[in-house]
Nanobody, 121 residues
Framework: QVQLVESGGGLVQAGGSLRLSCAAS????????MGWFRRTPGKEREFVAT????????YYADFVKGRFTISRDNAKNTVYLQMNSLKPEDTAVYYC??????????????WGQGTQVTVSS
């Protein structure tokens, strides 16, 4: 399966920005929808954003729409999540995942290890 490694998390003040990256292994990346999800310890993963295989369609959770942007560079096997206007409630471990359809947010897998995002008040 596709192997994924997230990076770019950190500690920021409310209103700040971070750019997360997800590096994927293998050429199969070019045929997969990709997504970002997040999790607070003790809670289920929460859908954040997804992008289809060629990057021409995206899907966002309502609570991040207008603040976060998902993008991908298939030549670099990399997916990005630009996060602006961060809020304390955005604090979570952010995970990259792969799926067969960008709209099927419950069917993503091949999870990375995650990167911690902490937003202070």
């Amino acid at each position: 399966q596709v192997q994924l490694v997230e990076s770019g998390g950190g500690l920021v003040q409310a209103g700040g920005s971070l750019r997360l990256s997800c590096a994927a292994s293998g050429r199969a990346f070019n045929y997969l929808a990709m997504g970002w999800f997040r999790r607070t310890p003790g809670k289920e993963r929460e859908f954040v954003a997804t992008i289809n295989w060629n990057g021409d369609s995206t899907y966002y959770a309502d609570f991040v729409k207008g603040r976060f942007t998902i993008s991908r560079d298939n030549a670099k096997n990399t997916v990005y999540l630009q996060m602006n206007s961060l809020k304390p409630e955005d604090t979570a471990v952010y995970y990259c995942a792969a799926g067969n359809s960008y709209r099927s947010t419950s069917n993503f897998g091949s999870w990375g290890q995650g990167t911690q995002v902490t937003v202070s008040s």
